[in-house]
């Protein structure tokens, strides 16, 4: 125990090695889908085998785990990042004409400017800087967000020009799988079976054999080389205009979303410095994925952050870096057996995700609801989330909000330096970008 205390912060008071490895495979399940996500996305780019992708996207995800868990010491998966890797595909390379490997190179320049913000703890003073009524919004607004995700990886809610969003077919295969799997999962739960989200995976992916949902695709594959992709920049642009803008958005995205998801998970799991009210080793969480960035854009992916579904670990009760160190692990298994894994169906995980969800919301009820200049940004935070299909643009428009709001009402002794300043950038990034 001790040896695990000193290479994983593993507190033996308040979990146990049974506990924290069920939450790492249970975390590396709701992730895993960006195995089968980024080869099929980066596929579409002349020159990047998908085959090199996939090796790519676990390698980059073993170096953020593995950072995480010796490091960090805290209980959180990573990977290369969806909407990062979407803007990196059709923005970057298909809508604005530059070739991957100039993206690669923005990925790469943003990976060491990320080690030299974290470094000079530019990072850890903006995560401080967050209100305290506005951590707790961060954390319901990614239940929220993690709800509907899962809502449509079990195609429940889908797509409609009408309205935007509307239910989906609830007679069709995946709809009545994803229904099974949450009454399975959620009666686990209610009975406190140990590993009750784990379970709940594997039980679904088997029923959804004979529904013709959940498709074999065999057990072992030898891993492909990273070759074709790997280090493979390009430097011309680098001073251009367009280089500068990329990097920044690149940037303030995985920043927000990476300070959203450990502020909202510790939230959650009372994680917090009793005497600081801080998330412990946040420095050395940031420069995990500062890292694994600069890494994966070295081996050929996109940027990797610290993964949101890394909730549904901690709700299992994971506490310290062995859950990590676990996803890492699962990850390495994955460039021998791919075809295994990549059979479970997103009906599968998509229970968890929406269980998540519930458990993401209870820090909402810590929340200043009688002190409005709290409570509405709190709630745009909140609703934004998932609205816009996005954790940084919750965490920046309910910052604005903030500020602003408290400027009015001449509560300048709220606000400090800080605070304003983060406005003021959060402001210029919308109007620039």
């Given at each position: 125990m001790n040896?695990?205390?000193?290479?994983?912060?593993f507190d033996p008071k308040t979990t146990t090695i049974r506990t924290e490895v069920l939450a790492g495979i249970t975390t590396f399940l709701t992730m895993s889908y960006i195995l089968a996500v980024n080869p099929s996305m980066f596929g579409l780019l002349e020159g990047m085998p998908s085959g090199?992708?996939?090796?790519?996207?676990?390698?980059?995800?073993?170096?953020?785990?593995?950072?995480?868990?010796?490091?960090g010491k805290l209980p959180f998966g990573l990977a290369p990042g969806m909407g990062l890797n979407a803007f990196f595909v059709f923005t970057v390379c298909l809508g604005m004409g530059y070739s991957?490997?100039?993206?690669?190179?923005?990925?790469?320049?943003?990976?060491l400017l990320f080690?030299?913000?974290?470094?000079?703890?530019?990072?850890e003073a903006i995560v401080n800087a967050?209100?305290?009524?506005?951590?707790?919004a961060i954390g319901g607004g990614i239940g929220l967000f993690i709800a509907f995700i899962g809502l449509q990886n079990g195609q429940?809610?889908?797509?409609?020009?009408?309205?935007?969003?509307?239910?989906?077919?609830?007679?069709?295969?995946?709809?009545?799988?994803?229904?099974i799997g949450l009454l399975i999962t959620g009666f686990l739960y209610a009975k406190n079976v140990k590993g009750a989200m784990l379970?709940?995976?594997?039980?679904?992916?088997?029923?959804?054999?004979?529904?013709?949902?959940?498709?074999?695709?065999?057990v072992i594959s030898e891993p492909q080389s990273v070759a074709p992709i790997f280090c493979k920049f390009e430097w011309s642009y680098i001073l251009s205009f367009d280089m500068v803008a990329i990097v920044f958005t690149f940037l303030f995205i995985d920043m927000f979303d990476t300070v959203g998801?450990?502020?909202?998970?510790?939230?959650?799991?009372?994680?917090?410095?009793?005497?600081?009210?801080?998330?412990?080793?946040i420095k050395q969480a940031f420069m995990a994925d500062a890292i694994a960035t600069t890494a994966g854009a070295m081996l050929g992916t996109s940027t990797t952050i610290t993964y949101v579904e890394s909730a549904a670990g901690v709700a299992q009760g994971g506490r310290s870096g062995l859950t990590a160190f676990v996803v890492g692990c699962c990850f390495v298994v994955t460039l021998f057996f791919s075809p295994l894994f990549l059979s479970i169906p997103a009906a599968a995980t998509a229970p968890v995700l929406i269980l998540v969800g519930l458990f993401m919301l209870e820090p909402i009820a810590k929340i200043d609801f009688g002190d409005y200049t709290e409570a509405i940004p709190a709630f745009v935070c909140i609703i934004m989330m998932p609205l816009s299909y996005s954790i940084s643009d919750g965490i920046l428009s309910g910052m604005i909000l903030y500020v602003v709001l408290n400027v009015l009402c001449g509560k300048f002794k709220k606000l400090n330096l800080t605070m304003y300043l983060l406005a003021i950038l959060f402001i210029l990034k919308y109007i620039i970008i």
């Open positions: 040896l695990l205390q000193k290479m994983f912060g090199a992708s996939f090796t790519a996207t676990a390698l980059a995800a073993i170096i953020g785990c593995l950072v995480m868990a010796f490091w991957w490997q100039f993206a690669l190179t923005a990925v790469f320049i943003e990976g080690i030299l913000m974290t470094v000079t703890n530019i990072r967050i209100p305290v009524n506005l951590r707790y429940i809610i889908v797509n409609s020009d009408a309205t935007l969003v509307a239910l989906g077919d609830i007679t069709s295969g995946p709809v009545l799988l994803s229904i379970i709940g995976i594997l039980v679904t992916t088997i029923i959804g054999i004979p529904m013709g949902i959940t498709e074999f695709k065999g998801t450990v502020v909202g998970v510790c939230t959650k799991a009372n994680m917090f410095d009793p005497k600081t009210g801080r998330v412990p080793r």
